[in-house]
């Protein structure tokens, strides 16, 4: 089956089998980041555009360094050097850049739903590096593919997302996703920040973390964030590490073989114990360098390469 | 000035309980019982032919965005969008550039208002600058010609401030208009909470935030006794605030918007901000007990919250985006669908919500075919399908979710003071 997509905006809107593909592809890129040469010059002669009208340096540096992978030319604009903040509008921003002849545009944003906004108004292809509490698709088919190395099939898997669910994109994705792939999700935190209305995307919520962690063979922290304290949503970072932080006693619960992830960047201490972050159960780094093969793979794909074509090192 | 002899059309008169076929006579700019032999050689028939005749409709809610906001629109755009609509009476929301705090604004708008094609009747604001602080200039606005008073678009967080407020405006016979939201509630919100805000990422809106400030209302409208009347009313809950409310009855009344009788938060899904408003779009729930509201009388009136926002502004973003849609151009024909066709209201029932019930709420001398009434005539075919394209309406703006939309039933001709101001598509 062909790769039809111009854009990649959200997991929700994906095909399991698309899913597949971009993880297939992906694999072949992980197997050329394994080489002595590791650059391919699929996007050679092609310009990304990193548009982060929201700072991430980290979601920022794994594009650029898939991007530049692909061989291709990359020019990142950071939210407080851009026009933004001089009032320029997304669409006259967007436009300005695809009149410069860009190929492609990454965009990370605060507000949801921009990326397709975007995707609307220009004929380039906008891969979408996270939109407000929305969605992070390649932080999710990452995290898949990392689980996936992990553990084989995803189907009935038991997989718990824990932390701020409620303002979080990367939760969103990874309930699309791993549901596509058949695994079992709850997620787990606070009633404040793990609402119910989330089972009417199919999983289980639970604020209790005992029987959530129970035989669970993923657990997926979410970094808390202290601002969420100051809005009333957990009355201390001490309370939340008391009731959710992830620690030795509580990893126990796990299925012996279970994995810990952590899509970064972690507050040691509080949503994990620094020890179990750094233990072998983490997963924390392979996500890191998967993240690379799985970009690779997005931008390969919405530039119109199709995934039985990965291409060899230059 | 010419007579009028409306005839063949099938009357429709909820003030004065006509519905079937029959005339409307019309001489010197009031309805009249009969046409003397000398007015009838002189009247200008209008055949009425499948079409109802029915008091000129009656909005107690647009936004006309004059002075200050004539980018969007003016009082003679939105007239002329009015008079398309079927409206012949409107009320001003007193959110304008400056704010109508102060009477000086309020000349302004009269002034313009003498050009437009329907009534315009100004509100004045609740308090000075719209800043929920301290009280506007009650006395001095009724002078200058408010019907009422309102913060709209904000409503007044402090239960104090408020009490004062109807308290003071009651002396003047000023009914408060409300805008019911408790500002703690809904910090960035920019749609419903539920579901489909959690799916989509949205920052929600509790219906919670709505109720707290209606419950307020009726509770302080209960201990003063004074008008308050709930703005474009959202929530189920608070429908059903307003039905007790009625049955102790305490002196509130409420109005419901097209938009919130046709749409739910499920029209998000594409982030389209011509489908963002304040209150926003709720569930299927909340719409089905606002038209139940409609039907049993927990709620008064249909308005639209006509709100124009230009192209510039609407199209980025859907956080970004200003909140408000257009309403005055379709809002008949979504009355008609929803509540005639889809939930089988008699099509009498409609028109009162939309002349009669809404010019009550706020004791304004129409929406009656009454002999001596004013001459706010409506002429509309119930049937006549139709496209409609905001980018070509009377409105200065086109930011409506039901541009490109097949609609049925379409404006014919509207009368105002015995004038014939649009007919067949053009304003006169
Ligand atoms: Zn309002």
């Known amino acids: 089956m062909p790769w039809t997509r111009q854009h990649l905006l959200t997991i929700e809107e994906l095909a399991r089998a698309e899913i597949e593909q971009i993880l297939a592809t992906a694999a072949a890129f992980k197997a050329v980041l394994g080489r002595k040469v590791k650059k391919v010059p699929a996007l050679r002669g092609k310009t990304v555009v990193n548009l982060f009208l929201e700072p991430s340096t980290r979601t920022r540096l794994s594009f650029e360094m898939a991007a530049k992978l692909l061989s291709a030319d990359v020019i990142s604009f950071d939210a407080d050097r851009s026009s933004t903040t001089k009032g320029e509008s997304l669409r006259d921003t967007a436009q300005n850049i695809q009149a410069l002849n860009a190929d492609m545009i990454v965009l990370r944003h605060s507000a949801g739903g921009s990326p397709l906004y975007l995707s609307k108004l220009l004929h380039i292809p906008v891969v979408n590096a996270g939109d407000g509490a929305h969605e992070h698709p390649t932080q999710a088919l990452l995290d898949v593919f990392t689980m996936r190395e992990k553990l084989g099939d995803l189907r009935g898997r038991k997989v718990v997302i824990l932390g701020d669910i409620l303002f979080s994109r990367v939760a969103r994705s990874n309930i699309h996703a791993l549901t596509k792939l058949g695994a079992d999700v709850t997620v787990v935190g606070p009633a404040t920040l793990v609402p119910l209305w989330f089972r009417a995307l199919g999983v289980r919520v639970s604020h209790e973390l005992r029987s959530a962690l129970a035989d669970a063979d993923v657990v997926m922290l979410l970094r808390i964030q202290h601002e969420r304290q100051a809005a009333g949503h957990f009355p201390s970072v001490g309370e939340y590490t008391s009731m959710f932080g992830l620690n030795k006693t509580r990893a126990a619960w796990l299925k012996p073989d279970a994995i810990i992830m952590h899509p970064g960047p972690i507050n040691r201490g509080v949503e994990i114990d620094s020890e179990l972050a750094d233990s072998g159960r983490s997963v924390i780094l392979q996500q890191v360098t998967n993240g690379i093969a799985v970009r690779m793979a997005c931008l390969y794909l919405c530039a119109g390469g199709q995934p039985e074509h990965v291409l060899a090192p230059v | ?428």
């Open chain 2, 1 to 428: 000035m010419t007579p009028l002899w409306i005839e063949n059309g099938r009357v429709i008169d909820p003030a004065t309980k006509r519905d079937g076929p029959g005339d409307v006579f019309v001489a010197d700019g009031v309805i009249v019982a009969r046409l003397t032999g000398a007015q009838k050689k002189r009247a200008k028939k209008i055949d009425a032919r499948g079409l109802v005749v029915c008091p000129g409709l009656v909005d107690i809610h647009v936004h006309f965005r004059e002075p200050g906001q004539t980018h969007k629109e003016t009082i003679l755009t939105g007239s002329h969008a009015a008079a398309a609509g079927g409206f012949t009476t409107v009320v001003c929301m007193p959110n304008t550039s400056p704010v109508a705090d102060h009477p000086g604004t309020i000349e302004l708008i009269n002034a313009a208002a003498k050009n437009a094609a329907v009534r315009v009747y100004p509100t004045g604001c609740i308090t000075v600058g719209m800043k929920g602080a301290q009280l506007a200039p009650h006395g001095s606005l009724k002078k200058a010609g408010v019907v009422a008073l309102t913060d709209d678009g904000l409503c007044i967080q402090s239960n104090e401030l408020m009490r004062r407020a109807v308290e003071y405006a009651k002396m003047f016979d000023l009914p408060i208009l409300d805008h019911c939201q408790d500002d703690s509630l809904t910090k960035d919100a920019v749609m419903n909470e539920g579901t489909v805000s959690t799916r989509l990422g949205l920052k929600g809106w509790p219906h919670a935030a709505e109720d707290i400030i209606v419950a307020r209302n009726i509770i302080l409208s209960a201990y003063t006794g004074a008008h308050i009347h709930m703005q474009h009313v959202s929530s189920a809950y608070s429908v059903e605030l307003m039905r007790r409310a009625k049955k102790d009855g305490v002196n509130v009344t409420a109005e419901a918007t097209p938009h919130h009788l046709a749409l739910t938060d499920e029209s998000l899904g594409t982030y389209d901000p011509n489908f963002k408003m304040n209150p926003p779009l709720r569930t299927e729930a909340d719409r089905r007990a606002i038209i139940a509201g409609l039907r049993n009388g927990s709620l008064d009136c249909i308005g639209t919250d006509h709100a124009p926002h230009t192209p510039t502004e609407k199209d980025r973003e859907f956080d970004y985006a200003p909140n408000g849609i257009t309403g005055l151009e379709t809002a008949l024909a979504v009355c008609l669908d929803v509540l005639v066709r889809q939930n089988k209201f008699k099509l009498s029932r409609v028109i009162d919500l939309l002349t009669r019930r809404a010019a009550a709420v706020l004791r304004l001398p129409a929406g009656s075919l009454a002999p001596g009434a004013n001459a706010d005539v409506c002429l509309f075919d119930p049937e006549a399908k139709w496209t409609y394209d905001a980018k070509k309406g009377f409105s200065k703006s086109s930011n409506s979710p039901w541009h490109g939309q097949q609609l049925t039933g379409r404006v014919q001709t509207t009368i105002v003071g015995g004038r014939i101001v649009y007919r067949a598509g053009r304003i006169l």
